[in-house]
């Protein structure tokens, strides 16, 4: 059974610019979560999809960041403009219902 | 806040089990505990969760105390592959979401 992807990687750019992710979670899985994770810190939740609709955004920097999961299979992450302090990796994990996440291995993003 | 308190740290011998432990003091009846680990540059993957019983699977034993206050994350050989951080994280099944806590960095030693 295939993993949750996401893309890129890495991906480094200059404050102020802007920057999306991609993630294709596992197929059959409704539920799709981003996290944000600075170093040394665990996983913090940005935000919630079941199938296509927002279930939890209440830690997602609406003035900055944005995601959308159209069509409820795959989703993108957008941060438009970027900060310093964005500099983290990105998690994307995927669920059947509320149970159990699986995450995929992140983008690491730098801002400079 | 996360609602679990797990050390900062610990080292375990190549071979030999490890016993990460885990306070969740204020865990509520309908809430589960699970553990997670995060290998270097990985995302977090998923070890084994449980409710009030004892679970092993291939990875791992769980060990819930009967009054459900603490658990303890058996890692029975411990390999150099094993070395990762673990998190440990109480939660419902349904309505809430995992809060991750800074987790315990765990060092297996040649």
């Known amino acids: 059974e295939a993993g949750v992807a996401q893309s890129p990687r890495y991906k480094i750019i200059e404050k102020r610019q802007s920057v999306a992710f991609w993630c294709n979670p596992i197929s059959g899985h409704a539920t799709l979560y981003w996290y944000q994770q600075i170093l040394g810190q665990g996983p913090k939740l940005l935000i919630q999809?079941?199938?296509?609709?927002?279930?939890?955004d209440s830690q997602l920097p609406k003035d900055r960041f944005s995601a959308e999961r159209l069509k409820g299979v795959d989703s993108t992450l957008k941060i438009q403009p970027a900060k310093l302090e964005d500099s983290a990796v990105y998690l994307c994990?995927?669920?059947?219902?509320?149970?159990?996440?699986?995450f995929g291995p992140g983008t690491r993003l730098t801002v400079l | 806040d996360a609602k679990t308190t797990q050390p900062t740290s610990m080292d375990c011998a190549e071979g030999r089990a490890a016993n990460l432990p885990c306070n969740h003091s204020t865990i509520s009846g309908n809430e589960y505990v699970y553990w997670y680990r995060q290998i270097h540059s990985q995302g977090p993957q998923y070890i084994i969760h449980g409710l009030k019983n004892n679970e092993t699977n291939e990875m791992a034993s769980l060990i819930i105390t009967e009054d459900r206050k603490s658990s303890t994350l058996i890692l029975p050989h411990a390999t150099l592959r094993d070395t990762a951080v673990y998190y440990c994280i109480v939660r419902a099944d349904y309505g809430q979401n995992f809060v991750f806590g800074p987790g315990t960095r765990l060092s297996v030693l040649p």
């Open positions: 999809f079941q199938n296509n609709g927002v279930v939890d």
């Open positions: 994990a995927s669920s059947l219902g509320q149970y159990t996440q699986y």
